[in-house]
């Protein structure tokens, strides 16, 4: 019959997973089962830091790595959703001798999509005297599955990434005027000059997500695991 035809004919194509086109840096068209979801099968896009030189500070994230906010804001961890980047799928199934595939319970997936905003020539997006922001990254979770005659099955999550934030913890410049306080001087100072003559501006990340549940999350480059870290002179003036 046609239906078998057509189910013998997908699951011969897609029963093996292959990659029909590499593009960019990490861009790929996949044809094949769906990773760690028995009986479907399609077509997956993928292009995490795909640029286009006419919006230079966007870079589209078509299957992002950075997945950790899907994990923490997920009661029971990240989905099944297949690998990262967009899919496309069709349930196939074992019919009498054959394979028969389900049109009507069509399943696509957004996993971990989304962009960068970013500045011109690796520079922040912000960068004022008391207040610098690197990027903006956020990202998306959507998950569509049409079930013949019962309601479509839809599942939603978001994620967003505030990186390399500044926020300046003393005055501008610190003067060198009467009344100045050395130990206060000294403490507010960057530590990365002799003369304390710039601000303390730490730099740090926060990520937020939500799936099921809010996760938020502050890290730091510049210290280890999540902490953040406050850079203070070492001298700290007369005690």
Do not use: C
């Amino acid at each position: 019959t046609p239906t078998e035809f057509l189910g013998n004919f997908f699951f011969t194509l897609l029963n093996t997973r292959w990659t029909l086109l590499e593009f960019g840096q990490g861009g790929q068209i996949i044809i094949g089962p769906k990773t760690d979801v028995k009986g479907y099968y399609g077509l997956l896009l993928q292009a995490p830091g795909l640029t286009i030189k006419a919006i230079p500070n966007l870079v589209f994230q078509l299957g992002a790595d950075n997945t950790e906010w899907i994990t923490h804001s997920s009661t029971n961890g990240a989905p099944a959703l297949g690998d990262k980047g967009i899919g496309l799928y069709l349930p196939i199934s074992e019919s009498g001798n054959g394979h028969s595939v389900a049109f009507d319970r069509f399943n696509l997936v957004l996993n971990n999509v989304g962009f960068d905003i970013v500045g011109k020539n690796a520079q922040p997006i912000v960068d004022m005297s008391r207040f610098k922001l690197g990027k903006v990254d956020p990202r998306a979770l959507f998950e569509m599955t049409f079930r013949g005659k019962d309601p479509i099955q839809m599942d939603f999550g978001a994620g967003l990434t505030l990186d390399e934030m500044g926020i300046s913890l003393s005055p501008e410049l610190i003067s060198e005027g009467g009344g100045n306080n050395p130990i206060a001087k000294n403490v507010l100072g960057s530590g990365e000059k002799s003369d304390d003559s710039e601000n303390t501006n730490p730099r740090f990340s926060v990520d937020v997500g939500y799936h099921d549940k809010l996760w938020v999350n502050l890290r730091s480059n510049t210290g280890s695991g999540h902490d953040v870290i406050v850079p203070v002179q070492r001298s700290f003036g007369p005690l």
